[in-house]
């Protein structure tokens, strides 16, 4: 009864290392998740012809996210946009975490804040 313990000891301590040492070298890729950051706020994505590509929230304010890539026209012929590379298009309800980078520039209407979005949603309302 002894040995048997002994060995189901030993097993589990060659299975502990085993994973100890294994799983730090998976690679894939890593999402760095914020706990911090919320998503909880609602826009819509708007096109200004002095600002490009803008969220506009409910309080009528802008936000002008960086990292956003223009795609080509799509067969609908509507202008599609890549926010951290979540594909968005004119008029489209999103709902976005962001942090603050400051004010926007002058070109963009008043109100308009420069933002890193950290996370980003798009939803239809149901009609």
Known sequence: M???I????????VLLV???LVLPGCTGEEVEIMPYQSCDTQATIRTQAECGLVLELE????????RVTLLPKSGS?????KINNFTVSENQQVIVGFINKGQAPHACVKETQLVEITCIVGYQLQS
């Open 18 to 20: 085993c994973c100890i």
């Open 77 to 81: 012929g509507k202008q599609q946009y």
């Open 2 to 4: 002894k040995n048997w």
């Open 59 to 66: 309080n009528g304010h802008f936000l002008k996210p960086l």
């Open 6 to 13: 002994l060995l189901l000891r030993y097993q589990l301590l």
